[in-house]
């Protein structure tokens, strides 16, 4: 690929190296696999289509191509409502290792209580822990598409996370 924050030549390229990270994130924001699939297909026709307009002075490419992607998600959703936007019914049908059968009842009640909790997080600490977790971007890439400070996001995890630790460690109470 191109020098870091530059325009890569080769849209292949670009999608060998980003395609895992931008459907994990889409899987963390869609409500199932296959909305999944389509809206991850509809960043890549996106970003071929505007790849000329990167600007490298602007910042990364790689949070360049997530803003692209949480804008697809921003406007497949519009008009759904806040709930849609994260689904963790799409982490439950993942392929799982071998687990004994009340694993899998244990599992599926945690996903259940941690959708819960992040549905009591506002949308800005739900959106960049879906960049953070979901796209496995950095604190920097997210501060660059949040025009936020690189401290700012890292204090909006620390602090979402510790949230929903108290809202999971209340529903075990």
Do not use: C
Request: no cysteine; glycine share 8%; charged share 30%.
């Amino acid at each position: 690929m191109a020098e870091e924050g530059t325009v890569p030549e080769d849209i292949g390229v670009v999608y060998d190296r980003f395609f895992p990270r931008v459907y994990n994130y889409m899987r963390y924001r869609a409500a199932d696999r296959e909305t999944a699939d389509d809206l991850t297909s509809q960043v890549f026709e996106k970003v071929l289509a505007k790849l000329g307009s990167f600007k490298p002075e602007r910042g990364p490419f790689e949070a360049w191509l997530f803003a692209v992607a949480r804008n697809v998600v921003n406007d497949h959703y519009r008009g759904f409502g806040w709930r849609r936007w994260l689904s963790l019914d799409a982490v439950a049908d993942r392929p799982a290792r071998e687990s004994p059968p009340d694993a899998a009842l244990v599992k599926d009640e945690s996903l259940r209580s941690l959708q819960a909790a992040l549905g009591r997080l506002d949308g800005r600490e739900r959106e960049i822990l879906g960049l953070k977790f979901g796209a496995g971007l950095t604190n920097r890439a997210i501060a660059a598409m949040e025009a936020l400070s690189e401290s700012n996001v890292g204090v909006v995890v620390f602090r979402a996370l510790k949230k929903l630790r108290e809202e999971l460690k209340g529903e075990a109470a």
